[in-house]
């Protein structure tokens, strides 16, 4: 089976920096995403790891440790308009695809 | 604008009536998806195609969920006799087959069944 586990709210201050964390476990583990949903929109790409280490994106980064089942996403410099839910999505290579399997979400409010 | 649609953006509809939704993936993209999502949930999948072959199919789809994509190109995503349980926002994705296979979401359609 699987498990994919991250905070169900969080809560900062705008210009500051906000860790999002996530764990998982899956087998047939491919990569991780990591995608930002404001409320009524789609999900939309922030970030994919598939090797350990830490991957930078302008204000927004990525952490993946395989070993330790766990990753997280690093905002920087927060603003008004990152209030969104952060989404984890763990990737499986399954039939000869890649089957996402989503977490909860993290709503994350950015205040002033 | 290139991006994935779907139609209709929002669907009201009795239950035990029949729904069909559509999505029209980026043309270049082999791989097309569908998934479920209620509120305060992630996206639940649902199945999945390459090209006009589905690949996969969740337990979560059940025999009243049917999905197809004759050429290869658009998806419908039909239920038929719908039920209260049945309301949540259904959001397709497309992707490419090789790489990193990053996924692109249109806007969903949003069905209240009542």
């Known amino acids: 089976g699987q498990n994919i586990d991250q905070p169900t709210e969080m809560t900062a201050t705008e210009g500051a920096i906000v860790q999002i964390n996530c764990t998982y476990q899956?087998?047939?583990?491919?990569?991780l995403f990591w995608y930002q949903q404001h409320a009524g929109e789609a999900p939309t790409f922030l970030s994919y790891?598939?090797?350990?280490g830490l991957e930078e994106k302008g204000r927004f980064s990525s952490f993946l440790s395989r070993s330790k089942g766990y990753s997280y996403l690093l905002l920087k410099e927060l603003q008004m308009k990152d209030s969104a839910s952060y989404l984890c999505?763990?990737?499986?290579?399954?039939?000869?695809?890649?089957?996402?399997?989503f977490g909860t979400g993290t709503q994350l409010k950015v205040e002033l | 604008d290139t991006g994935v649609s779907q139609n209709p953006r929002h669907k009201i509809t009795k239950r035990g009536q029949n729904v069909t939704f559509r999505c029209d993936p980026i043309?270049?993209?082999?791989?097309l998806y569908w998934y479920r999502q209620t509120l305060g949930q992630g996206p639940e999948f649902l199945t999945y195609?390459?090209?006009?072959?589905?690949?996969?199919k969740s337990r979560l789809l059940s025999d009243r969920f049917s999905a197809e994509r004759p050429k290869g190109s658009f998806s419908t995503l039909e239920i038929q006799r719908t039920e209260q349980g049945d309301s949540a926002m259904y959001l397709c994705?497309?992707?490419?087959?090789?790489?990193?296979?990053?996924?692109?979401f249109g806007p969903g359609t949003r069905l209240t069944v009542t």
């Open positions: 994705a497309s992707s490419f087959w090789t790489g990193e296979g990053e996924q692109y």
């Open positions: 899956t087998s047939g583990f491919n990569g």
């Open positions: 790891n598939v090797l350990d």
């Open positions: 999505a763990v990737v499986r290579v399954t039939g000869g695809g890649n089957k996402l399997t």
């Open positions: 043309s270049e993209h082999n791989r």
């Open positions: 195609f390459q090209n006009e072959a589905q690949l996969e």
